[in-house]
């Protein structure tokens, strides 16, 4: 005859409510539970207090309640060791022991993380919804690239320039190139060759074309930076002005367009071009080359 292990006494009288009869009845009894752990009791009875508490909870994790599927939605550069780590729970573990807010609060911690809600599905799962950051700008600061979001937000640090994003140079930088590039791509044809912009004197800006190293630089003002990108717009419809040898175009004074060519690069009839070119554009204003 096969032999039976001996039963809690416990478990035997709840046996025939089941697992749900069991979860049932845990639940029914959160209510007073929570009424000892947090009505402030006399010092003599905290140990008392603290002895129910965990025997209660025990009960609910014997009854089921304990943590068997962590689930995550919205999740994309966040690895779940990290959400695990920074939430401090493990598979097993007492569900209703779980404090949501303070998961929330440190999943939010975590660099790639904007917003997160942790949810309990009784009788043992949590499921997780997070907003994570999106890359909007690649910010260098000498020899070091970080990833910023559109609110200027520092992501995570990465190894090198990636020219899928544009780069933003300043130490204010990531808190202003929203509003810059928010006015550059109001203009399509020349967004899309906006590779770089350098934040100069906490006020205004430098645009680079087709390359940081090597393209050319456009002198933004401090106010009216969508005049100028129109204006600059014309130039190049009109005239082709980014297509010529040019080191930098100064848009900052309004009746004035100041140009500087390349002249190791260039021709002497290259060179009349391109301020041909700037004089034709404004014909009743100034063009030097500085």
Do not use: C
């Amino acid at each position: 005859m096969r032999r039976v292990a001996p039963q809690n006494p416990l478990i035997r009288r709840l046996a025939p409510w089941g697992a749900t009869g069991l979860a049932t009845i845990a639940l029914t009894t959160a209510l007073t539970v929570i009424i000892v752990k947090y009505a402030p009791p006399p010092a003599a009875l905290i140990p008392a207090r603290d002895a129910i508490v965990k025997n209660f909870i025990g009960l609910t994790a014997m009854a089921g309640l304990r943590l068997e599927t962590l689930t995550v939605e919205g999740r994309d550069h966040t690895t779940p060791d990290d959400l695990l780590a920074a939430m401090d729970v493990a598979r097993g573990a007492p569900i209703l022991t779980i404090d949501l807010v303070e998961a929330r609060a440190a999943i939010e911690t975590l660099p790639w993380v904007k917003a997160a809600r942790v949810e309990r599905q009784l009788p043992n799962a949590v499921h997780v919804v997070i907003q994570e950051r999106q890359p909007y700008a690649l910010w260098q600061q000498g020899n070091r690239y970080t990833l910023v979001d559109q609110d200027g937000t520092s992501i995570v640090a990465v190894p090198a320039a990636d020219p899928a994003l544009r780069l933003i140079v300043g130490p204010d930088a990531p808190t202003h190139a929203a509003a810059l590039f928010a006015e550059i791509d109001k203009i399509p044809e020349l967004a899309n060759r906006v590779r770089a912009a350098v934040r100069v004197g906490d006020r205004r800006w430098n645009v680079y074309f087709d390359s940081f190293e090597n393209g050319v630089a456009v002198r933004l003002p401090e106010d009216d930076v969508a005049g100028a990108w129109t204006r600059l717009a014309g130039l190049e419809n009109d005239y082709k002005i980014l297509e010529r040898d040019i080191e930098f175009i100064d848009l900052r004074l309004n009746d004035r367009l100041i140009v500087r060519l390349h002249k190791d690069s260039t021709t002497p009839a290259e060179q009349q071009q391109a301020k041909k070119s700037a004089n034709g554009a404004l014909m009743k204003t100034s063009v030097k080359e500085h």
